[in-house]
Structures are given as C-alpha cells and as structure tokens.
C-alpha cells in the first residue's frame, strides 16, 4: 500500500499529477481548470470491467487531442471521468468505498466508475497503479491526477475534484447510509486472491531451493549424516 502520511495533509502531498514535470516543479496552486462537459447529468457510480473502462476512456474526437500544449488540452471541452481503482477484499477499499459513493451524488457531472483492479489488471501498468484504493480523475481520454492520500474521506475526494474542475458540490459532505449500501462494497469480501497464494509458493519454492544449494545447508546435512552414523555406531558397539 502507500507510505502512511498524517491526517493533516495538505494539497501538495495528496494530489499528484500526471504530468511529464515532477512535483517539485510544478505548482498545484496554478493548476489550470478542466473543461468539463456539463450536457450529462450521471447517476451513480457505475461497476465497470475492463472492455466498459476502455470504452470511457477512449480519447474524444477534438482539438484537445492534437495539442501538444497541455493547457490547451485542459481548456478544451471534454469529459470528466472519475475512476477507483479497488480490490473486493482490500479493507483500505472498503473504506474509501462509502466515500466514493457519495462523490456521485455531489459532482452529478462528473462520471464515476469503480474497476476491480485484481481482477481487471491491463490498467495498472499503463496508469501507474501500484496500490489500492487509487482514485484518478481523466478529461477527455487523458489522465491528470491521481489521489496520493492514506486517509480516505469524502472532503478529500471531493478537493481532488474542486482542485482540478470548476465543479463543486451540489450539497453538504455528508456520507449517508445509503452510500454505504454501494455500489462499491463497504464491505471486505472473503475471496481468496489465488495470484497470491501463487506468488508465496513460488517465494517459498526459491527460498528452499537456494538453501538447499548454500554452504550452510550442505554442512547442516553432513552434520545430521554424521550424527547419524555415530549413533548406529553406538547401537552396534552395545550389541
């Protein structure tokens, strides 16, 4: 998971963006407002698997698709996409879930989808996902940033949003009940994620085999070979 951070974070240390500058370079406080098509008004958020997530992230037709300027880019009308990058049986997932949830009902404009990323893994290499739960806001086919918090609450959520859109929320930052019930599970599932089984019987199965190749192991076993033959030379010496 991501290196834990106090409670008190400020904009710098959660929002990350996806930029070709690294962070010191770059300034969150002159951040350039996405143009965010408002002709849509979303429900909620939506559970997608890879084929539907493609689909929503498929680059619009446009100018802001030929620019190199990525201001440019960013001023050019297109759609906003918020997208949760969770695992069913993650408990950091869980908590972020009811959070999320509510981000539907605040920012109407703003799509927001849910993808399993264990199950769904083509993603997590080209965005850089490395971690669950990851949160990262696309415009128009492109990614922008991503939240880079440890603490999972909906006033953070949602400055992810106010900080690179116009948008703001419809009501209070309130998670009701209703948000706990889903889409996104609030709930840790207790499916057994076989990818890891694997890899700690192959981390077992290397451990063993180099020591059994070591210097130390050999001498172990000449060890347990010699006590071995001094004791049933013993028991013949008493018969």
């Known amino acids: 998971m991501y290196i834990t951070k106090d409670n008190d974070v400020s904009d710098q240390e959660v929002l990350e963006p996806m930029t070709n500058m690294s962070l010191k370079n770059s300034s969150l406080h002159k951040t350039t407002k996405l143009n965010c098509l408002t002709d849509k008004i979303y429900g909620s958020v939506e559970l997608v698997n890879a084929t539907r997530l493609m689909e929503l992230l498929i680059l619009e037709p446009g100018p802001s698709n030929r620019t190199r300027n990525d201001q440019n880019g960013r001023q050019q009308p297109g759609t906003c996409v918020l997208v949760l990058f969770y695992a ?3 408990v950091f997932s869980s908590q972020a879930a009811p959070h999320f949830n509510a981000l539907a009902r605040l920012f109407p404009h703003i799509k927001c989808v849910a993808i399993d ?22 415009h128009n086919g492109k990614p922008i940033a991503k939240f880079n918090g440890t603490v999972y609450k909906l006033e953070l959520f949602a400055r992810l949003i106010m900080h690179f859109t116009v948008f703001y929320p419809s009501s209070f930052l309130l998670v009701t009940s209703a948000d706990f019930s889903g889409p996104v599970p609030s709930t840790p599932s207790n499916e057994t994620d076989y990818c890891l089984v694997l890899s ?22 000449e060890l347990v070979q010699n006590t071995w033959r001094e004791s049933n030379a013993q028991h013949e010496h008493v018969d």
Do not use: D
């Not at 700690?200 to 076993?221: D, E, H, P, V």
């Open 117 to 138: 990323a264990i199950r769904h893994q083509s993603f997590n290499a080209q965005y850089g996902i490395v971690g669950v739960p990851t949160l990262m806001l696309v």
């Open 88 to 90: 069913r049986w993650c």
């Open 200 to 221: 700690w019987i192959f981390i077992a199965a290397c451990a063993l085999y180099f020591t059994s190749k070591s210097r130390w192991w050999q001498q172990f076993i």
